[in-house]
Structures are given as structure tokens and as C-alpha cells.
């Protein structure tokens, strides 16, 4: 058997076209339609296959993660306002992530003293899990002071992050 002949029976051409696409386009062009938006649906998934979002121990909404005792890398007055905004932003328009968790530095935000005890505490009442580092808490000698949000080790910390599609860290 040629080669010419070999690649006919997989239904490309010798250059290694896909014959029945061909076809369907020059169908396409000669009907007016849009080859393109067909070639597109060939390449779609298959309908049985399941979205990401409708496999089983994904969910939709994202788990927030501060390690800072702010946001972003700004002088502290600043960062403490860039969080205090970020989480009443969640809070007001209702996006309400899944989960914060608070590790690092970060875990100052949920003591006595803080400026954003209200927003993590709105955001919980709202069923937000609040996830405080026990560790950094007693690294910082400030498991006492906690005031909004529960004390959970890295491993509920990681259960959380993995238990979504994503992880947004400020």
C-alpha cells in the first residue's frame, strides 16, 4: 500500500490534513455559512464530559489568603486601608469567598487592636470561614488577643485551598 493511500484511510491528505474538516469547510463556504464556527464545535469537548465547576469537591467561590498584616508590599497605613477596602468591597457587593485564611503576619488581622475586626466579622456571619493560624498566633504570643475568626492548623488551611478552584492572595 503507497503512502498516498495509507493517509486516506486515517482521513488525511499527504500532508497530514484532515480530510472531513476540509470538506466541511469548503461545504461551509459554499453555503455561506461560517467555517470557522463549525471547526470550533468539532473541537469542543465531548457534552458528557463533565466542567471543572461540575466535578465533584471543586467549588466555585475562591479562598482569599492574607500572609501580610496588610495588602501588597505598601507602607503599613496604606496596606491597612488596601484590606480594610478589599474585604468590605467582598463584604457590600456580597462576593463572598469561601474562606479567609490568615497566616503570617497576616493573622494581626483578626486580633485585638485591628483595624478590619468588623469586615471579618461580617464576612463570617455571612458563612465565610475566618481560618487564623494557630501556629503564627502562638508565634506571635497572640492566641488570646484573637477576636474574629477560629483558630485552625496548616492543615485546615490547606484543606480549604485545595478544596476550590482558586486561591487569591493579597
Known sequence: MSGDCKNH??????????????AARQ?????????DKRADKRAEKRVDEPDDEEKPGK???????????????APAELGLKLVQTYLGLLDADDRLPTAVCLYGEGVKLATEGSPVLEE????????????????CLNFFGLMDSLQA?????????IELQWAVKKVITL
Open 59 to 73: 467549588r466555585k467561590r475562591p479562598v482569599i489568603v492574607i500572609s501580610n498584616h496588610g495588602m501588597g508590599h
Open 120 to 135: 471579618l466579622r461580617s464576612l463570617a456571619d455571612k458563612g465565610v470561614r475566618v481560618v487564623v493560624c494557630t501556629t
Open 27 to 35: 461545504a461551509d463556504r459554499r453555503s455561506g455559512k461560517d467555517a
Open 149 to 157: 475568626g477560629t483558630a485552625g492548623s496548616m492543615k485546615d488551611l
Open 9 to 22: 484511510l486515517n482521513n488525511t491528505c499527504k500532508h497530514g490534513h484532515n480530510l472531513e474538516l476540509l
